[in-house]
């Protein structure tokens, strides 16, 4: 939890940024960030640059996945495809240090 507030803290984002409720806490594994579809292949490819992995967020859209697609069903899920597409996990483990979540935060704000 207080990796995820040093997160909050840090990470700047005016397309979305997660909702924090009071008196909740989170067992957060990762931190979810979604970014501009102009951003978010040069964040990746910046963080990769870096030897910082990243990891889709939650599985995306269920209808941009093959076994679906390959079951012929449309689906207009516009939310899930920008979750699909411009959605990702940064590093959160309990061995990561507040340096390393602040160098992080640092290249993702940095990239334009």
């Known amino acids: ?52 992995e990243t990891r889709s967020l939650i599985c995306g859209s269920i209808a941009e996945q093959p076994f679906w697609k390959k079951l012929g069903i449309k689906a207009n899920v516009p939310f899930a495809s920008i979750v699909h597409h411009q959605g990702l996990y940064l590093p959160n483990n309990a061995q990561i240090q507040e340096d390393e979540i602040k160098l992080i935060c640092d290249i993702v704000n940095r990239v334009k």
Do not use: C, G, H, M
């Open 1 to 52: 939890n207080n990796n995820f507030k040093l997160y909050q803290s840090l990470i700047k984002n005016d397309y979305w940024k997660i909702k924090e409720f009071d008196n909740v806490f989170l067992s957060n594994f990762a931190y979810p960030y979604i970014a501009s579809k102009e951003r978010f292949s040069k964040i990746i490819d910046t963080l990769d640059k870096n030897k910082i």
